[in-house]
């Protein structure tokens, strides 16, 4: 691991969920380093010099870290609101950068192309005017006021609606979606994807969620959830550049990827780049 | 789509060589009529001529900029120098 990377060593990563740690634990890597997921009580993780990595547990998985995190893992607050459920969806291996993972999940743009009659359908293609940001006071990135026609928002939906998002980019690897939600108008659902990067082109996703939902049973949520993803999958293991580039490179951005180009501002200006590509080719 | 004549004032950490060529290779892929009228460390100032939505993106391209510079903030004001 160079000292370029630094800055992403000394962040907080998923390792596992805590509830399906096998009792031989979970075996697996970050950021090229393996490390072991002991099912002791506390969760330990443990690298293969013997050194004991900083554990937290927090929205159903182990999260730990290389380095030393300068500050707890963000927050999320809907996470405590009595009335939601929590919806641990497992893990999905993509053979992509972890930040085109996350990049992805930023990307309106693509839902009539990739996820046709679910989370979008043409001619509905258009994305309005919406508010990007960096947030000084909290360090995070935020799309606010986005719109999309959506064919089947969620699992819950029973018809096609106009469905509001936020988008909140709060680690390197790490966002938090909220959408309009169908069974509790006010409110907001939260979709969460969360981020193990493995190497700098392979990573596990933990996609996590906190709905309000009473009606549908869990596996139908999780298949829900995993059907998107697995849909993302096919576009993400064929994208190239296989890391992300930080500067245009060929690429010509446009407003409708104000959120990729903040998410890409915010990653140059740490320094996190572990998964991006320097140099414009 | 309709033209317009804007200057981008961009500040940041400019002063990489890198910036400017990479400034109008960038304008000439979008095909952007453009003349760098003021140039240091901290400020570049580009009057552009194009249709807006390529103006717009030429904002965005500014906006991530080559690696080794950072760009803080771009401003767009008429310009009627071009």
């Known amino acids: ?281 | 789509m309709p033209a317009a004549r804007e200057r981008l004032t961009i500040r940041g950490r400019l002063g990489a060589d890198s910036f400017l060529p990479w400034v109008m290779r960038h304008a000439a892929r979008l095909g952007l009529a453009g003349d760098i009228r003021h140039a240091d460390a901290g400020r570049v100032d580009i009057d552009l001529r194009g249709p807006v939505d390529l103006i717009d993106a030429m904002e965005m391209g500014c906006l991530l900029g080559p690696i080794d510079v950072w760009v803080e903030t771009i401003d767009r004001t008429p310009s009627s120098s071009i």
């Not at chain 1, 359908?121 to 999309?148: C, L, M, N, S």
């Not at chain 1, 939902?213 to 296989?242: C, G, K, V, W, Y």
């Open chain 1, 1 to 281: 691991m160079t000292v370029r990377h630094q800055p992403m060593i000394d962040e907080w990563y998923p390792v596992a969920l805590a509830s399906q740690l096998p009792p031989g634990g979970r075996a697996t890597q970050l950021m090229g380093t393996p490390v072991l997921v002991v099912a002791d009580d506390p969760i330990r993780v443990v690298t293969d010099d013997g050194r004991d990595l900083p554990v937290t547990l927090r929205y159903g998985h182990v999260w730990t870290s290389l380095g030393q995190p300068a500050k707890q893992l963000f927050d999320i607050p809907e996470a405590d609101q009595p009335g939601r459920r929590l919806i641990e969806v497992g893990v999905v291996r993509v053979r992509c950068s972890p930040l085109r993972a996350v990049e992805n999940f930023l990307d309106i743009a693509h839902f009539p192309f990739v996820h046709t009659d679910i989370l979008g359908a043409e001619p509905h293609t258009e994305v309005g005017k919406y508010d990007v940001e960096i947030r000084e006071k909290e360090d995070e990135v935020w799309a606010t006021k986005v719109q999309f026609y959506q064919p089947q928002a969620a699992k819950s939906a029973t018809g096609g609606i106009t469905t509001d998002y936020m988008y909140r980019v709060p680690a390197p690897t790490s966002s938090v979606l909220y959408k309009t939600c169908p069974a509790r108008p006010g409110e907001w659902d939260v979709i969460t994807l969360f981020v193990q990067p493995l190497q700098e082109d392979l990573c596990d996703v933990w996609p996590w969620m906190a709905l309000f939902d009473d009606e549908t049973a869990t596996t139908d949520l999780i298949h829900f959830q995993q059907m998107i993803f697995l849909q993302d999958r096919s576009i993400l293991e064929n994208q190239i550049p296989r890391l992300l580039p930080l500067d245009p490179g060929r690429e010509i951005p446009t407003r409708a990827d104000l959120t990729s180009v903040a998410y890409r501002r915010w990653l140059k200006r740490h320094q996190f780049t572990y998964g991006a590509q320097l140099v414009a080719q």
